[in-house]
């Protein structure tokens, strides 16, 4: 979320997954217990086997998108 905004300012957000376009939904997920937060991880998406798998995840933090993909190792120019 940018600027000051917080995902509590945003409300509930769901995730749906479909087998394609206009298809019925196979999974859905909705978060909608945050509050400070303004960086998310909201689903994953993986490979097990010979399927696809989505996770909802729902993980917050209070800083921004640089210093979580930094957190995973990215390197971000400001």
Excluded: N
């Excluded at 749906?16 to 999974?27: E, F, N």
């Excluded at 909705?30 to 996770?55: F, K, N, Q």
Aim: glycine fraction near 12%.
């Amino acid at each position: 979320v940018d600027g000051a905004a917080t995902f509590s300012d945003v409300g509930a957000v769901e995730i749906t997954a479909t087998c394609g376009i206009g298809a019925a939904s196979t999974a859905r997920a909705t978060l909608d217990a945050a509050t400070t937060e303004r960086t998310m991880i909201l689903a994953e998406i993986y490979r097990r086997g010979d399927s696809w798998r989505l996770r909802a995840i729902g993980q917050g933090y209070d800083h921004g998108l640089a210093e979580l993909a930094r957190s995973y190792g990215v390197d971000v120019s400001d």
